[in-house]
């Protein structure tokens, strides 16, 4: 069974200097991760997913814009995946349109991967790269997407009707980036007490919903993430607790979940940046959905 993996972080691009301030893009995520697809079967990422690709004029101005899809740099090829060989495996149904400031164009993209069984059980990564122009110069933002390639053949499940979800997005989890400085060592630390931070679900669907949480390295084979610049990997995913493993949330409500850090005493840990991983993973669908939440610590001296 598919699985889907996004990465809230989502690229954007603004020039700094003069008129070009008026010009930006953003996306609704930064990196995408499709686990399990299946050779010679079509996978529409908004209908079986609920995940459609959304870009968003952020500036002052109405832009033109065009969406590709492109093979990463050899320098952002994630390790252990392959290029994409050829960008139509990935079909988009809008690539262009004409924005106002603060308007959104929507598009599905499909997957149709070759009915080759040398693919499976394979790993590839792709850019979706919407852009538009600044006078002579080019704006765009990135948004990698991530797929394997299921070892078995055959077809997909059945999945629920897509219908039954009218947000586009089946929940949102905020914040997505979360700093905590000064953490001591040898003691279990109340995030929301110490830093007034707590995780905040909202689920957007008109069903009961549970999610689960964990925490998973960076460089986890199952992560799409990559480190930030000066931080270390989470050296224990468990030094990184929550008040409860799963979370029952209405329909249209929020709620928060807890987080505590508890570094051994040991002056190995002292002043150092940590990263920690955080998926939440939406439980009740046939093709899970799950968003990642990053957590940035920086140890006591």
């Given at each position: 069974m598919?699985?889907?993996?996004?990465?809230?972080?989502?690229?954007?691009?603004?020039?700094?200097?003069?008129i070009?301030?008026?010009?930006?893009?953003?996306?609704?995520?930064?990196?995408?991760?499709?686990?399990?697809?299946?050779?010679?079967?079509?996978?529409?990422?908004?209908?079986?997913?609920?995940?459609?690709?959304?870009?968003t004029?952020?500036?002052?101005?109405?832009?033109?814009?065009?969406?590709?899809?492109?093979?990463?740099?050899?320098?952002?090829l994630k390790?252990?995946?392959?290029?994409?060989?050829?960008?139509?495996?990935?079909t988009l149904?809008?690539?262009?349109?004409?924005?106002?400031?603060?308007?959104?164009?929507?598009?599905?993209?499909?997957?149709?991967?070759?009915?080759?069984?040398?693919?499976?059980g394979?790993?590839?990564?792709?850019?979706?790269?919407?852009?538009t122009?600044a006078?002579?110069?080019?704006?765009?933002?990135?948004?990698?997407?991530?797929?394997?390639?299921?070892?078995?053949?055959?077809?997909?499940?059945?999945?629920?009707?897509?219908?039954?979800?009218?947000?586009?997005?089946?929940?949102?989890?905020a914040p997505?980036?979360?700093?905590v400085?000064?953490?001591?060592?040898?003691?279990?630390?109340?995030?929301?007490?110490?830093?007034?931070?707590?995780?905040?679900?909202?689920?957007t669907?008109?069903?009961?919903?549970?999610?689960y949480m964990?925490?998973?390295?960076?460089?986890?084979e199952?992560?799409?993430?990559?480190?930030?610049?000066g931080?270390?990997?989470?050296?224990?995913?468990?030094?990184?607790?929550?008040?409860?493993?799963e979370l029952?949330?209405n329909?249209?409500?929020?709620?928060?979940?807890?987080?505590?850090?508890?570094?051994?005493k040991?002056?190995?840990?002292?002043?150092?940046?940590?990263?920690?991983?955080?998926?939440v993973?939406?439980?009740?669908?046939e093709v899970?959905?799950?968003?990642?939440?990053?957590?940035?610590?920086?140890?006591?001296?």
């Amino acid at each position: 069974m598919p699985k889907i993996k996004t990465l809230l972080l989502a690229g954007c691009f603004v020039l700094s200097a003069g008129i070009l301030q008026a010009t930006g893009l953003t996306a609704n995520f930064g990196d995408v991760l499709f686990e399990n697809l299946k050779i010679g079967q079509p996978f529409s990422a908004r209908d079986k997913a609920n995940l459609p690709y959304v870009v968003t004029n952020s500036g002052t101005k109405d832009i033109d814009i065009v969406i590709e899809v492109i093979p990463p740099l050899p320098k952002n090829l994630k390790p252990g995946y392959e290029p994409i060989p050829d960008p139509r495996w990935i079909t988009l149904h809008k690539r262009t349109g004409t924005l106002k400031p603060k308007e959104q164009l929507s598009t599905d993209f499909v997957f149709n991967i070759p009915n080759d069984e040398k693919l499976m059980g394979r790993k590839f990564q792709a850019v979706l790269y919407p852009y538009t122009y600044a006078g002579i110069l080019k704006i765009g933002v990135n948004s990698n997407v991530f797929f394997t390639i299921d070892k078995e053949k055959g077809p997909y499940p059945i999945y629920l009707n897509p219908k039954d979800f009218k947000d586009k997005q089946s929940f949102e989890v905020a914040p997505q980036d979360m700093y905590v400085q000064d953490v001591p060592l040898g003691e279990k630390v109340d995030l929301e007490k110490k830093y007034g931070l707590v995780l905040r679900i909202t689920n957007t669907t008109d069903l009961q919903c549970k999610y689960y949480m964990n925490t998973i390295k960076v460089k986890d084979e199952l992560s799409a993430a990559t480190l930030k610049e000066g931080y270390l990997d989470t050296p224990d995913p468990n030094i990184l607790s929550f008040g409860s493993i799963e979370l029952v949330v209405n329909p249209k409500e929020t709620k928060k979940m807890k987080l505590f850090l508890q570094f051994p005493k040991d002056k190995q840990y002292a002043g150092k940046n940590y990263m920690f991983l955080i998926p939440v993973v939406q439980g009740n669908q046939e093709v899970p959905v799950i968003r990642y939440v990053y957590l940035y610590v920086t140890t006591k001296k």
